[in-house]
Each structure stands twice: as structure tokens, then as C-alpha cells.
């Protein structure tokens, strides 16, 4: 496939820097990593993320739904992986088959894992998922306690190995929220009951990368890490080194007078007379169209302004005086050490966390990998 920069647009994953951040995150947690791979690895992809991250300090991996954790089975990988956030209606038979470990956040989950592990004579691995205050996912203190007395009495419970308690925290930035306090204290009860009812639980994990980075009290025995593997620093301190770079060509170049529209409507006129670059990239491929007026790229040596609305499929950038070539290559973001635009001023820019912004970058953009082997 032709993955020339001069011709379309590509995105490129620095598998060092996966590298990188693994280390430093599992260094901080001083505990194992479960590295989080949803939503494609965070848009880096799914193997690369999964790969790097078992090679440099990861021993577990974990996802919302089967389909990642299938897949990444089905590519031959043998570590541990755990899933939640998925139906009742899930096909737990393949899961277990596929020694997937599974999430418990409700008693009718808790049923149907215990009859596909039933059905399939083989033991299913689970972690009892809490909801500590975010009411999202998972069993409220009272919702648990039914949940071990069910555990206690069901007969098929024999077919269960509960290894881990977890939870999850909404205010994990900021380690002075009482809410993590009182989250960590019923946390920590739910733990005193599942001892007081001889599960043997040898897993309490609470956090993600905020959680690790805000607050050691978050670290129990080990830490579910995504956002950090790839960049993302909510404590905003700036250790963790961003991982992708988004680049686009330039297609066509032209010079207008002071005066004149630019693309749809009338949303921007020229003050003066400019030069523009062309580039085939728009919102289909992850460029929010909130981000019109604000947004800029780094191209021939300065950032610039994106001019007018952001297209499906294509931007264009106001090169002032500056006359580039086609075949010119734009970066939209990259991890800032030239001067580029990061991700971070992307999502100031579109009122967004960078999380949106990594994981919306469409289909159509091509990917492609700096491998950590290359010495640069
Ligand atoms: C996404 C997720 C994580 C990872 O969180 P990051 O902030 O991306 O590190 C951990 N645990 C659960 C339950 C999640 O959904």
C-alpha cells in the first residue's frame, strides 16, 4: 500500500513512545499495569498499543466488550485480558472458551456467566465490578451484598474463580475530592466482605491513569492504565510523551486577492491578499468542524490558521505570504517537539478532552507505525 506523506493523509504511531509511557506509568504505579486497549488502542491501534505495552512492563490487558478481546486472541496473544461493559445477552460460552476474564457488575451477569460456565464445563474468571458513586457500571454496596449471598449459595459457584474487585473513580484528577475518599471506603468495605465470605479475592484495582498519577492511595494491586499509554496526562505535568502524529499533504496551492470568500457561506473573507494550501483531510477524518476559526497546522516552518469552515473532506490553510508546493507536508498535530500543534491544543481548541480527538480520526486515514526497533 502507498503510504507516501506527499500523497494522502497518515497517521503515524510511535510505538517508543508506548514504549516510554509504559515504563514511566508502571514505575509510578510501582504495581502491575493493565494496559487498556478500547476504542482501538485509543486510536492507535489495538496489536501495536496491546504488543508495546506487554513488552515494556504491561502483564494484563483490558477492554469494553468481547470483540477486542477476541481479536486480539484470535493475533495470538496469550496474556491476561479482562472485559466489561458488556450485555447480559453477551456470548460468555466464547469468552470463557477463549479464557477471557469477565467484569460482574450485575447479579443477572453474575447468572449468565454461571450458565455459559455451566454449559461449557469450564471454570469462568471474573472480577466483581463495584459502582463507587458514578453510576455508571457495576454494583452498588447493597446490589453487592445480594450478589455474595447469591455467590454463597449457588451451587454452581464452584465453576467461578473470582480473582479481582474493582471499581473506578469520576474525580480521580483532583486527589483532594472527598469523593474519592468515601469511593475508596466503600471500595474497601466491599473488600472486608468478600474476605469475610472466603472468596480469596487477589486483585483490588481501582484506577485509571488519573487515579495512578493523582494519588498512591489509588494503586491497591494493580493499575488499568490507558490514556497515559498513549500521551494523554490528565495531571497535566507533562512526563508522558504524546504518540501520534497527524499529517497531510498539500494538493493545491493558489494566491487570492484581499476580499475574497473561502469555501462554503460567508464565514471568512480575505483581510488581504493571501496565499492558501489545500489539504484533503476534514471533519469525515476526525478534524471537528467546532474547531473552524480556531484550528491551525504546522506547515513550511510556521503554524497556520485554518481558513473558513472545515470540510468532510478537506481544510484550508491561509499561508499568508508564504508561497508552499503541493506534495508539502502538514502536520495537524504531532507531540509538539517541532512546534507542532499537539492534541492538547486540539482539544482546547474544540472544548473537548484529547481523548475525542484520538479516537475520532476516521478510516480513511492511513496508519502507519515507527517501530521502537529503528534507531533514529
Ligand atoms: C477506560 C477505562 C480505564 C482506563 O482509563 P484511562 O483514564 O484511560 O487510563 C480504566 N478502567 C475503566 C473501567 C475504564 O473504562
Known amino acids: 500500500m502507498n503510504h507516501d506523506p506527499r500523497e494522502q493523509a497518515l497517521l503515524t504511531v510511535d510505538e517508543q513512545a508506548i514504549a516510554s509511557n509504559t515504563e514511566f506509568l508502571s514505575g509510578v504505579a510501582g504495581k502491575p499495569l493493565m494496559a487498556v486497549i478500547k476504542a482501538d488502542g485509543f486510536g492507535h491501534g489495538l496489536l501495536t498499543v496491546a504488543k508495546t505495552a506487554l513488552g515494556h512492563g504491561a502483564d494484563s490487558l483490558g477492554s469494553t466488550g468481547l470483540a477486542d478481546p477476541l481479536r486480539l486472541r484470535a493475533a495470538g496473544v496469550q496474556a491476561p485480558i479482562l472485559s466489561w461493559l458488556n450485555p447480559v445477552s453477551a456470548n460468555f460460552e466464547e469468552a470463557i472458551s477463549h479464557r477471557i476474564m469477565l467484569a460482574v457488575p450485575s447479579v443477572e451477569h453474575l447468572d449468565a456467566i454461571l450458565r455459559a460456565a455451566t454449559a461449557l464445563g469450564q471454570s469462568a474468571v471474573v472480577h466483581l465490578q463495584l459502582d463507587l458513586g458514578m453510576h455508571r457500571e457495576g454494583l452498588d454496596p447493597e446490589a453487592f451484598e445480594d ?8 451451587p454452581r459457584a ?3 474463580r473470582v480473582v479481582g474487585l474493582m471499581g473506578h473513580l469520576g474525580w480521580a484528577e483532583d486527589s483532594s475530592d472527598a469523593l474519592n475518599v468515601r469511593a475508596r471506603e466503600v471500595f474497601e468495605q466491599a473488600w472486608r466482605q468478600c474476605e469475610e465470605a472466603g472468596l480469596g479475592i487477589r486483585f483490588r484495582h481501582l484506577g485509571g491513569t488519573a487515579a495512578v498519577l493523582a494519588d498512591s492511595r489509588n494503586h491497591y494491586d494493580f493499575c488499568r492504565v490507558g490514556a497515559g499509554l498513549v500521551g494523554i496526562d490528565p495531571s497535566g505535568s507533562h512526563r508522558l510523551r504524546p504518540a501520534i502524529t497527524l499529517t497531510a499533504p498539500v494538493l493545491e496551492t493558489r494566491r487570492v486577492r484581499a476580499g475574497e470568500y473561502i469555501g462554503y457561506g460567508r464565514h471568512h ?14 471533519y469525515a477524518d476526525g478534524i471537528p468542524r467546532i474547531s473552524s476559526g480556531l484550528g491551525q497546522v504546522r506547515l513550511a516552518g510556521k503554524n497556520r490558521a485554518i481558513t473558513g469552515l472545515v470540510n468532510m473532506d478537506q481544510i484550508v490553510v491561509d499561508t ?33 478532552l484529547p481523548h475525542e480527538i484520538i479516537t475520532g480520526i476516521g478510516p480513511r486515514v492511513h496508519r502507519i507505525n515507527r517501530p521502537t526497533a529503528v534507531v533514529r
Open 147 to 154: 450478589l455474595l449471598s447469591r455467590l454463597c449459595r449457588d
Open 158 to 160: 464452584d465453576q467461578l
Open 320 to 352: 499568508g505570504e508564504d508561497r508552499v508546493l503541493p506534495g508539502e507536508v502538514a502536520t495537524i498535530f504531532g507531540a509538539g517537539t517541532d512546534g507542532e500543534p499537539t492534541v492538547a491544543d486540539w482539544a482546547t481548541w474544540c472544548n473537548t
Open 269 to 282: 473573507r480575505t483581510a488581504k491578499a493571501s496565499n492558501l494550501a489545500l489539504l484533503p483531510l476534514g
